[in-house]
C-alpha cells in the first residue's frame, strides 16, 4: 500500500494548443487565448470572450477517427487521452491493465442543448443521438472504447475539481493493484448551458481575466481536456530509458470547505485543509514546494479565499505562484487534469508558468503571482490547486523523481 | 480489514423511509413509472431549504440522514455519492428557460443547483463536514465506484467512517425522454406481473439509499461489506459467470457458503438471462431474491439492492414480496448480489452477517 504513483507521461488540448508543445510555445511567447466566440452559438457571443479550442468538430473528428455528430466533450478528450498514451511510449495498451478516470461537469450537454431546442417545440421531436450520450459517463465511455480500455471505467464530477479528484481515485487503484495503468483527468466543451450557468452568478469577465489581480472582475470559460498516465512501480521501472516518468504523484487531498453551495469561505478553509494534507501525505513542508499552480479563476472571492489559504500556510515565505488559467481561462472540469499536465512537466523540465494580464497586486496578500516564463530551474515539489462548487477542494504534488 | 456497514437509509418507490426496516407490504404501483415514497423531510431539513431543494436532493439528504442516525454517527470522515443523472430537474429547469428565453434574464438557483456533486455538497455543508468529498457520476457503475472509493480509502487506515450512497431522480423529462429509447413496458404492469411478463422493457424508477461504511463495528452493526467488482461490456455470458467464480474465490466465499442470491431482474426478457444463466448454474438450488418490482430500473438501483440486502441480514428475513424463487434458509449469513443494467455494466456485490 506504500507503493509510489508514478507520472508516466500527459497530453493536453485547450485553447492555446492543440498539444503540449503547442501549450508551451504559447506560454513561451506569452499568448493567451482569449477570443470571441467561433464555434460555439451563444447570443452572448459579443459580450463575452472565451478560449476556445481552435478546431472544428469535423476537424476534431478527423484527428481522432471518432464521428463527428458526438459532443465536442468526447472528442477533445479522446485527442488529449491519446497524446498521454503516446508520450508514454507504452506502445500496445492492450498488453497492460488499464483504468480510464475522466472527469467532466456537464457530459454531452453541448448537443442535449441542440436536442432540447426541438423537444421543448414537441416532446416526441429531437433527434435521440443527441441525448444519447447526455451522461457524463457516456463521454468517458465513448473514449475507452475507442481506445480499447475496460479494465476499470469511471467518472467524477465534483465541479471545476472534478479532474484532480480523477487523478486521486486513479492513484488508489493503482496502489490496491487493481491496474497497472490510469489514465486519468478530464474533459469539457464549451456550452451555452454553462455560459450562461456563470452569466447568472455574474462572475464573467467581458475582458481578459486578470487572476490574483486586484482589479480582477471574474473569469473568462475555455474549453479542453489534459490527462496524466500514472503508473505503478513495477511498470515504471520497466519503462525505457529515453522515456522515464516525469515525476511522481507524491500527495494528494480533498476537503470540503462547507461553507456555501457555490461561494467560497473568505478564509479559505476547504482550500487550506486540502493543501495542507497534500503536503503531510508527501511528507514535506511548506517550504518544500517550490511552484503553485494556482486555481486561480481570477473571480473576487475565489482568487481572495485561495489567496488567504496560501498566506495562513506559507507564511512567511511563499514560492513562486501563478494561474494559467489567464492564459487557458478556466475549463471547469477538464482544469484540474490540464493543470496536472502543466505541473507535472514543470518538475520534469524546471519551468514556472506566467500569469497573464497580471498588473497590481491584491491589497489582501503578501505576494504576487510570477508574470513571465521561467525555464531551468530546479523544481522539486510542485502543488497544483482545484477548488470548485459544492464547497469541493483538492491539492496535488507532484515531485522530482528520488524515492522520499 | 474488515469494512463494517453501521447504518443504511433509504428513499424508494416503498416505504422505506418510513422506519429504515423493511416495509410488511409492498406498496403497489401500476404501468411503467414508480414514483419514490417521499417521508416528511422537515424532520432532517429546515424548511425554508426543503422549498429550494430539488427531489435528488431530498431524497439523497433524506438517506444519509437516515444512515447516520442509524450508525450513530454526527458528522462522518467522508462523503461520497454516485449519482448517474445528478440533478436533472434542476437542469432542465436552467435547459429550458435557458431555450425559451433565447438566453437572457436567467436566474441561477436552477444552474447552482444542476451541478452533480450537489447533493454530496449539501450534506457536507449541513453537517459541517470539511472532510474528503467526492462524486462519481459514471452511469450503472456510479455507486460501486463511490463503494470502491470508500473502501479503499478506509483501507488506508485514517479514516473511521464514510457516508457512502447514492441518488437519482426520474423527472417528467426524463421519463419521456428515457420511454423514447423504447426501453419501457408498453401496457400496464403491476409489481406482481413484472418479473413473469417475459416481454421486452422495464419499468422506470428512482431514489436513494445510503450507508455509513466503518473499519469498526458501531451499535447498530449487522452485516460487513465483504466485497464488490464490477465488469464492463461482458463478452458473454459465460465471461460474468468466470467473474462471479473468480470474485467468490478472491473473498474465500463458497457456492454452499451463500444463504441468499439477490439479483436484479427487471422484467426485461433479454436482459433477465443473464440472471436466469447464473441461476441455473453457479447458484445453481440457491433461493433467489429480487428488488427492481419495488424500486424500478434506474442506474443506480443496485444501491437499493444492497440497501435490501442489509435489511435482510440484520432482521433475518426475507420479506415474501422479494422472493423470486427457493426456500428461505433458517439462517441468513452471506448475501450475493448481481446486478447488471442494460447488459453493459455488471456489478457484484458480497455482503456477510456480523
Known amino acids: ?404 | 480489514m474488515y469494512i463494517y456497514i453501521q447504518g443504511t437509509g433509504c428513499v424508494s418507490p416503498q416505504e422505506t423511509a418510513a422506519g429504515n426496516a423493511l416495509p410488511a407490504a409492498v406498496l403497489p404501483w401500476e404501468g411503467p413509472r414508480l414514483k419514490a415514497w417521499e417521508p416528511d423531510y422537515k424532520q432532517w431539513i429546515d424548511v425554508k431549504l426543503i422549498r429550494r431543494m430539488s427531489r435528488v436532493i431530498k431524497m439523497g439528504v433524506a438517506a444519509a440522514k437516515l444512515s447516520l442516525q442509524e450508525a450513530g454517527v454526527e458528522k462522518p470522515d467522508a462523503i461520497i455519492t454516485g449519482t448517474a443523472y445528478g440533478c436533472l430537474d434542476d437542469t432542465g429547469v436552467f435547459l429550458s428557460k435557458m431555450i425559451n428565453q433565447q438566453e437572457e434574464m436567467l436566474t441561477p438557483t436552477a444552474f447552482i443547483q444542476s451541478t452533480h456533486n450537489t447533493v454530496a455538497g449539501q450534506i457536507a455543508l449541513m453537517l459541517g463536514c470539511h472532510g474528503y468529498n467526492n462524486t462519481f457520476v459514471h452511469k450503472a457503475f456510479s455507486f460501486e465506484s463511490a463503494l470502491l472509493d470508500s473502501m479503499m480509502i478506509l483501507r488506508e487506515g485514517r479514516l473511521r467512517s464514510i457516508l457512502t450512497g447514492a441518488m437519482d431522480e426520474l423527472t417528467n423529462h426524463s421519463f419521456n425522454i428515457l420511454s423514447r429509447f423504447d426501453i419501457y413496458k408498453k401496457g400496464p404492469v403491476t409489481h406482481e406481473q413484472l418479473l413473469k411478463s417475459d416481454t421486452h422493457g422495464t419499468v422506470a424508477g428512482e431514489g436513494a439509499a445510503c450507508f455509513v461504511l466503518g473499519t469498526e463495528r458501531g451499535p447498530n452493526t449487522k452485516a460487513r461489506l465483504s466485497g464488490l467488482t464490477t465488469l464492463y461490456k461482458p463478452g458473454g455470458k459465460a465471461e460474468i459467470s468466470a467473474d462471479i467464480d473468480a470474485f467468490m474465490a478472491a473473498h474465500n466465499c463458497s457456492q454452499s457458503e451463500v444463504s441468499l442470491f439477490i439479483n436484479g431482474r427487471n422484467g426485461d426478457a433479454s436482459g433477465d438471462e443473464w440472471y436466469e444463466h447464473v441461476e441455473n448454474t453457479i447458484m445453481a438450488g440457491k433461493p433467489v431474491a429480487t428488488f427492481k418490482h419495488l424500486c424500478g430500473e434506474y442506474p443506480t438501483a443496485a444501491s437499493f439492492g444492497m440497501w435490501m440486502g442489509c435489511r435482510i441480514l440484520a432482521e433475518q428475513q426475507v420479506p415474501v414480496a422479494a422472493m423470486f424463487k427457493g426456500e428461505v434458509p433458517e439462517k441468513l449469513e452471506k448475501i450475493l448480489i448481481y446486478n447488471q443494467y442494460k447488459q453493459t455494466h455488471h456489478s457484484l456485490i458480497l455482503l456477510s452477517v456480523c
Open chain 1, 1 to 404: 500500500m506504500n507503493s509510489n504513483v508514478w507520472i508516466a507521461g500527459g497530453g493536453v488540448i485547450c485553447g492555446i494548443g492543440n498539444n503540449l508543445p503547442e501549450c508551451l510555445e504559447a506560454f513561451k511567447r506569452m499568448e493567451p487565448g482569449m477570443a470571441h466566440m467561433e464555434y460555439l452559438h451563444s447570443v452572448h457571443r459579443h459580450t463575452f470572450p472565451v478560449v476556445e479550442v481552435k478546431a472544428s468538430n469535423a476537424t476534431l473528428a478527423g484527428w481522432t477517427g471518432m464521428p463527428e455528430h458526438i459532443s465536442r466533450t468526447a472528442l477533445l478528450s479522446r485527442v488529449a487521452a491519446q497524446e498521454a498514451w503516446n508520450s508514454t511510449g507504452l506502445g500496445d495498451i492492450s498488453q497492460y491493465r488499464v483504468g480510464f478516470i475522466s472527469a467532466n461537469t456537464v457530459g454531452g450537454m453541448d448537443k442535449t442543448e441542440d436536442f432540447f431546442a426541438d423537444y421543448l417545440q414537441d416532446t416526441s421531436k429531437g433527434h435521440l443521438n443527441q441525448v444519447v450520450h447526455h451522461e457524463c459517463g457516456a463521454i468517458t465511455e465513448l473514449v475507452a472504447d475507442a481506445m480499447g480500455i475496460r479494465h476499470h471505467i469511471s467518472t467524477i464530477s465534483t465541479a471545476c475539481s472534478s479532474s484532480a479528484n480523477a487523478l486521486m481515485y486513479g492513484a488508489r487503484l493503482i496502489k490496491n493493484n487493481m491496474v497497472d495503468v490510469v489514465i486519468a483527468g478530464g474533459t469539457d466543451a464549451l456550452t451555452r448551458f454553462t455560459l450562461n450557468g456563470f452569466n447568472t452568478l455574474m462572475i464573467l469577465d467581458p475582458a481578459a481575466s486578470r487572476p490574483f489581480d486586484d482589479t480582477r472582475t471574474g473569469l473568462n470559460l475555455g474549453e479542453g481536456a489534459g490527462y496524466v498516465v500514472l503508473v505503478s512501480d513495477a511498470l515504471a521501472a520497466e519503462l525505457p530509458a529515453t522515456r522515464q516518468p516525469w515525476c511522481r504523484l507524491s500527495g494528494y487531498a480533498n476537503a470540503n470547505d462547507a461553507y456555501h453551495q457555490t461561494a467560497s469561505s473568505p478564509d479559505g478553509t476547504g482550500n487550506f485543509l486540502a493543501m495542507q494534507e497534500a503536503l503531510e501525505m508527501s511528507g514535506i513542508k511548506p517550504d518544500d514546494i517550490d511552484y503553485i499552480n494556482l486555481h486561480g479563476t481570477g473571480t473576487l472571492n475565489n482568487d481572495a479565499a485561495e489567496g488567504a489559504a496560501i498566506a495562513r500556510l506559507f507564511a512567511p515565505e511563499y514560492p513562486p505562484v501563478s494561474s494559467t488559467k489567464s492564459f487557458t481561462g478556466h475549463t471547469l472540469g477538464a482544469s484540474g487534469g490540464i493543470e496536472a499536465v502543466f505541473s507535472a512537466w514543470s518538475v520534469k523540465e524546471g519551468i514556472i508558468y506566467p500569469n497573464a494580464n497580471f498588473n497590481k497586486q491584491m491589497k489582501e496578500l503578501p505576494f504576487a503571482p510570477v508574470t513571465k516564463f521561467i525555464t531551468g530551474q530546479e523544481l522539486k515539489h510542485v502543488m497544483s490547486n482545484s477548488f470548485g462548487f459544492g464547497g469541493n477542494c483538492s491539492s496535488l504534488v507532484f515531485s522530482k523523481n528520488e524515492q522520499s
